[in-house]
T-cell receptor, first 114, second 115 residues
């Protein structure tokens, strides 16, 4: 069964304390891996797409990397405004009969204290 | 100007009632989705709709029915509501580009509470 597991479930950091979030996946055929950010009471907001092992994407203090079994979201010198839940999702070949649907992990809730 | 908008944002109703949630996107995308986020925060696909082709997740009860009057709208109608239907429902859209539909743009969600 296709599965996405994120760890840790929650992460508390001090402002400026760098860390990484993990997304491991077991899927039959990966077409793409996505990172989203979700603020309380809001819908997920797209951050990155990664398609192949070794690929990296960066945006401000965030950097996403991909291997054949997992992805990392590295947060460098985080600020309080980076506090949110970060969701990982995979796009799987022919999931549910559609090529475009995503399987989401449960997310990592990040809190950054000033 | 909101890209993907859903109404209502909150919906409280009794078991057995029928309700609808509306979604509109002004991004010109050709694919729209309904996702359900349960109390454990798990986001799960319910439907995707592309050029009048509806793809249904097999785990969705047939009490749920999506209706798309045009490419920019995808509504969700729920019959005979049950307690377990309480969740946040997200509408999303994307633009298909060859084999990859691209990233999803989500609405702010509609929180449904069934009493």
């Amino acid at each position: 069964e296709d599965q996405v597991t994120q760890s840790p479930e929650a992460l508390r950091l001090q402002e400026g304390e760098s860390s990484s979030l993990n997304c491991s996946y077991t899927v039959s055929g990966l077409r793409g891996l996505f990172w989203y950010r979700q603020d309380p009471g809001k819908g997920p907001e797209f951050l990155f797409t990664l398609y192949s092992a070794g690929e990296e994407k960066e945006k401000e203090r965030l950097k996403a990397t991909l291997t054949k079994k997992e992805s990392f979201l590295h947060i460098t010198a985080p600020k309080p405004e980076d506090s949110a839940t970060y969701l990982c999702a995979v796009q799987v070949r022919n999931y549910g009969g559609s090529q475009g649907n995503l399987i989401f992990g449960k997310g990592t809730k990040l809190s950054v204290k000033p | 100007d909101t890209a993907v908008s859903q109404t209502p944002k909150y919906l409280v109703t009794q078991m057995g009632n029928d309700k609808s949630i509306k979604c509109e996107q002004n991004l010109g995308h050709d694919t729209m989705y309904w996702y359900k986020q349960d109390s454990k925060k798990f986001l799960k696909i319910m439907f995707s709709y592309n050029n009048k082709e509806l793809i249904i997740n097999e785990t969705v009860p047939n009490r749920f029915s999506p209706k798309s009057p045009d490419k920019a709208h995808l509504n969700l109608h729920i019959n005979s509501l049950e307690l377990g239907d309480s969740a946040v429902y997200f509408c999303a859209s994307s633009q298909s580009r060859g084999l990859f539909p691209g990233e999803l743009f989500f609405g702010e969600g509609s929180r449904l509470t069934v009493l």
